[in-house]
């Protein structure tokens, strides 16, 4: 079992900054895949970033690229999510993920668990 906890989120303006962490526990969380989801209000939950269990690969999402950055420490069992430049209707809760097996890496489907969330509000 995997339990996975994000911090980092909170209120910022527009053009900002912010750096959203996820601690992971259990024997065999620095073995997971690692991504990260938002959800806005009304409507789907949707992939945001993914970084492989080394770190080398990473994907995202083309509304992001450029943008935020993925990576992880696994010696620390963390994964990161950095985000520049942040829009209002990237105002979302941001949720961390871990996938034991892989698959498409945009998929829910692909990510066995999941964290609770954290709120990332963006004003304009």
């Given at each position: 079992q995997v339990q996975l906890v994000e911090s980092g989120g909170g209120l910022v303006q527009a053009g900002g900054s912010l750096r959203l962490s996820c601690a992971t526990s259990g024997r065999t969380s620095s073995r997971k895949?690692?991504?990260?989801?938002?959800q806005a209000p009304g409507k789907e939950r949707e992939f945001v970033a993914q970084v492989?269990?080394?770190?080398?690969r990473t994907y995202y999402?083309?509304?992001?690229?450029g943008r935020f950055t993925v990576s992880r420490d696994n010696a620390k069992n963390t994964a990161y999510l950095q985000m520049n430049s942040l829009k209002p209707e990237e105002t979302a809760v941001y949720y961390c993920t871990a996938s034991s097996y892989g698959g498409t890496y945009y998929h829910?489907?692909?990510?066995?668990?999941?964290?609770?969330?954290?709120?990332v509000t963006v004003s304009s």
């Open positions: 895949i690692m991504g990260w989801f938002r492989s269990v080394s770190g080398a999402a083309d509304s992001v690229k829910l489907s692909t990510y066995d668990f999941w964290g609770q969330g954290t709120q």
